[in-house]
C-alpha cells in the first residue's frame, strides 16, 4: 500500500514544513488563522481561509498538488441562479508522483444587487464567475479537511480543548508564548469576562504583567468552573 510522504527536511522550507506537519498531526489550527461567520438559518461557524490551507498543503507535499472540478451545478437553474455548487476534487502526489484525491462538493450563494445602478439592474448578479470561484475554493477547502487539515476547524472540535490538553488534571498548560496569549484572549472573550476581573484574578495591573499566558489561562479556567465565585 502506497503512502503519502511528505517534502524533504533539507529544503528551504524545513522550519515551515516541520511546523505544518506538527500542525498536521497534532490536528491543531494556529487560533489567529481561525475566522467567524454567519451562516444561512441563523447562528455561526468557524472556518479557516483558503491561503492557509492550500498553504499547508504546498508544505506538506512539496508544492505537489492539484485541484480540479468535475461538475458544475446551479440552482433552481443556471439561467436565474441563487446558489452554485462544484463538485471538486484534490490530488496530493508523494515524491513517487503516486496520486492521493479526495473529492467534496462547495458552495457559494449568488451575490445580487441590491440597488439600480450605472450599467446594472437590481435583483441581478454582481458576478457569477466570482460566485463560481467562491464555490470551486470552498470545495477545495473541504477536501483539504479530508486530508487532515483543518479538520479540527471543519469538524466541530473544541478548540480551547484542542490547544489547551492537559496530561493530568494536575497538569499546568504550557504553549508557545504567542499561540497562549491568542487562546488566552480567544477563552477570555468566548466567556465574556471582564478584563478588570481578569486582572484581579491574575493579580496584575495590567497585561503587560503576564509573563506566563499558559499558567493565566488555567488560573481563569479554574475560576470559570469553580462557578465564578466572588473576586
Not at 88 to 101: I, K
Not at 130 to 157: E, H, M, Q, R
Not at 178 to 193: G, L, Q, S
Request: charged share 25%; proline share 2%; glycine share 8%.
Amino acid at each position: 500500500m502506497n503512502k503519502l510522504t511528505i517534502f524533504g527536511d533539507n529544503s528551504t522550507f524545513a522550519k515551515e514544513v516541520q511546523a505544518a506537519i506538527k500542525l498536521l498531526v497534532g490536528g491543531q489550527t494556529p487560533v489567529n488563522e481561525i475566522r467567524e461567520r454567519e451562516i444561512r438559518g441563523g447562528g455561526t461557524a468557524k472556518y479557516v481561509n483558503a491561503y492557509y490551507m492550500t498553504r499547508q498543503a504546498a508544505l506538506l507535499t512539496g508544492w505537489r498538488w492539484s485541484s480540479k472540478c468535475l461538475r458544475e451545478k446551479w440552482w433552481p437553474d443556471d439561467n436565474n441562479p441563487s446558489e452554485v455548487g462544484a463538485f471538486m476534487q484534490v490530488t496530493l502526489y508523494d515524491q513517487d508522483g503516486n496520486a492521493f484525491s479526495h473529492q467534496s462538493w462547495g458552495s457559494a450563494d449568488i451575490k445580487k444587487w441590491k440597488e439600480t445602478g450605472k450599467g446594472h439592474i437590481t435583483g441581478t448578479p454582481i458576478s457569477i464567475f466570482d460566485d463560481l470561484k467562491s464555490a470551486y475554493t470552498d470545495g477545495i477547502k473541504k477536501c483539504l479537511s479530508y486530508f487532515g487539515i483543518a479538520n479540527d476547524v471543519y469538524g466541530g472540535k473544541d478548540l480551547s480543548e484542542n490547544y489547551f490538553k492537559q496530561e493530568d488534571q494536575q497538569a499546568v498548560v504550557k504553549f508557545d508564548t504567542t499561540e497562549a496569549r491568542n487562546m488566552f484572549d480567544a477563552y477570555v472573550r468566548k466567556n465574556n469576562i471582564r478584563y478588570d476581573i481578569v486582572l484581579k484574578l491574575l493579580n496584575a495591573q495590567s497585561l503587560n504583567d503576564v509573563t506566563d499566558w499558559s499558567a493565566a489561562y488555567n488560573t481563569i479556567k479554574e475560576w470559570i468552573e469553580g462557578g465564578k465565585k466572588k473576586v
